[in-house]
C-alpha cells in the first residue's frame, strides 16, 4: 500500500520556522520526483517546491525560494520542508506529492498555521 504521511506542522510566530516531513512507503522513493503543494483557507492549490528523484536539482515558487528548502533522504524515504520567516500568508495545509509517469501520490496534509 503506498503511503505518504506528512508531519510537522502546527502553530508558529511570524518569523518562526517549521521542518515538514514527508515519510513515504509502498514504492520505490528514489525512483519519484517529489513535491509540496499548500491549500490555503478558502484557495485552491499552490505549487510550493519540487526536487528530482535523484536529488539535483530543486525548484521552487517565486515567493518561498528565499525561505523554504527541499530535500530528500533516500536512506530514510523522507522528503522535508525547511520554512523560514514564516509570514502569515503561509498558512495552510501542504501536502506532499510523488510523481513518476504515469503514477501520482499524494499524503493527507499537515496543518500549518503562522499567527501571533
Known amino acids: 500500500e503506498v503511503q505518504l504521511v506528512e508531519s510537522g506542522g502546527g502553530l508558529v510566530q511570524p518569523g518562526g520556522s517549521l521542518r515538514l516531513s514527508c515519510a513515504a512507503s509502498g514504492f520505490t522513493f528514489d525512483d519519484y520526483a517529489m513535491s509540496w503543494v499548500r491549500q490555503a483557507p478558502g484557495k485552491g492549490l499552490e505549487w510550493v517546491s519540487s526536487?528530482?528523484?535523484?536529488?539535483?536539482?530543486?525548484y521552487y515558487a517565486e515567493s518561498m525560494k528565499d525561505r523554504f528548502t527541499i530535500s530528500r533522504d533516500g536512506a530514510k524515504n523522507t522528503l522535508y520542508l525547511q520554512m523560514n520567516s514564516l509570514q502569515p500568508e503561509d498558512t495552510a495545509v501542504y501536502y506532499c506529492?510523488?510523481?513518476?509517469?504515469?503514477?501520482?501520490?499524494w499524503g493527507q496534509g499537515t496543518q500549518v498555521t503562522v499567527s501571533s
Open positions: 506529492n510523488a510523481y513518476r509517469w504515469p503514477s501520482h501520490y
Open positions: 526536487i528530482t528523484w535523484n536529488g539535483d536539482s530543486t
